[in-house]
């Protein structure tokens, strides 16, 4: 009581304390810590899976959709969205807050594992996952030229040698590259030259399969040892494919440079745009 009487007997004094805080307070506010949009780690994954050639229809159906199947499954999934563009499809999973994000992905991972049955078998059609951030967007992008190489070549030489150490920096959490495709053989067919020889597009694609099936191709036994067959016969080049057969006609070897132009190129090429000034 003694404590506040002396408040009492001096209506002054304390009137100017209770200005001087009030002053104080209203000095300090702009610069208490305090946002209006607090920065919240939203558990969000994202789920990429690309298909060579796939128009969007076509990765929307054999391929986004039977993943939304199986990740729908997840416990504690609140958003999932999906886009399906030429040859690509990305899925943006959210889940309610609270939820670990390492059991999430985990049980992502068991997802895309039971959906593979489902997914076609091309190559590069493997699903990949990673924990995203809906607000975050690229803090640092590095520029690399090519030099002497072909885009091709460098977009696979950064993609398996500097990919992988950027992603074992500290606080990275996704690497994405741009601009070009990895490296692959491009074949163009001429179906009037197919209709020509009586052969259809199945018969190519079953030489081109054949061509490039790793199989193993034995071991020889000699005097107690036992020699291990290790032959690599992959076409890895255009100038390879060229001379493959694709059928027999009458007797006669169709190659793949009678009915298609082969080219080295690129998996996905990238449409080039002309501009003009108008």
């Not at 994405?176 to 052969?199: D, H, Q």
Request: aromatic fraction near 6%; hydrophobic fraction near 45%; glycine fraction near 6%.
């Amino acid at each position: 009581m003694k404590f506040i009487a002396w408040f009492v007997r001096r209506p002054v004094a304390t009137l100017l304390l209770l200005l001087s805080a009030v002053l104080s307070g209203l000095m300090a506010l702009p610069l208490l810590p305090v946002s209006d949009l607090p920065d919240v780690d939203l558990p969000v994954i994202s789920v990429s899976a690309s298909n060579a050639g796939g128009s969007p229809e076509v990765m929307a159906r054999t391929v986004a959709a039977p993943l939304e199947r199986h990740l729908g499954n997840i416990a504690g999934v609140t958003q999932m969205e999906s886009t399906s563009t030429r040859g690509e499809t990305s899925i943006s999973l959210g889940f309610e807050l609270g939820r670990d994000l390492n059991g999430a992905a985990r049980d992502v991972e068991a997802a895309i594992r039971a959906a593979r049955r489902d997914l076609p078998t091309t190559p590069g059609s493997d699903p990949q996952y990673h924990r995203a951030n809906p607000n975050a967007t690229p803090v640092l992008i590095l520029a690399v030229t090519p030099g002497m190489q072909s885009m091709a070549k460098l977009y696979d030489l950064v993609n398996t040698t500097l990919r992988p150490m950027l992603l074992q920096v500290q606080g990275v959490g996704d690497v994405t590259l741009m601009g070009s495709s990895a490296p692959a053989v491009r074949v163009e067919m001429n179906p009037l030259l197919f209709f020509k020889y009586g052969i259809g597009f199945e018969d190519l694609r079953a030489a081109l399969a054949s061509a490039n099936a790793h199989t193993p191709k034995g071991v020889i036994d000699m005097a107690g040892r036992r020699y291990q067959l290790a032959v690599n016969d992959q076409a890895e080049h255009a100038d390879a494919y060229r001379d493959l057969v694709i059928a027999y006609k009458s007797g006669r070897p169709i190659r793949l440079r009678d009915v298609a132009t082969v080219t080295d190129s690129m998996q996905d090429v990238i449409p080039t745009v002309d501009c003009y000034n108008l």
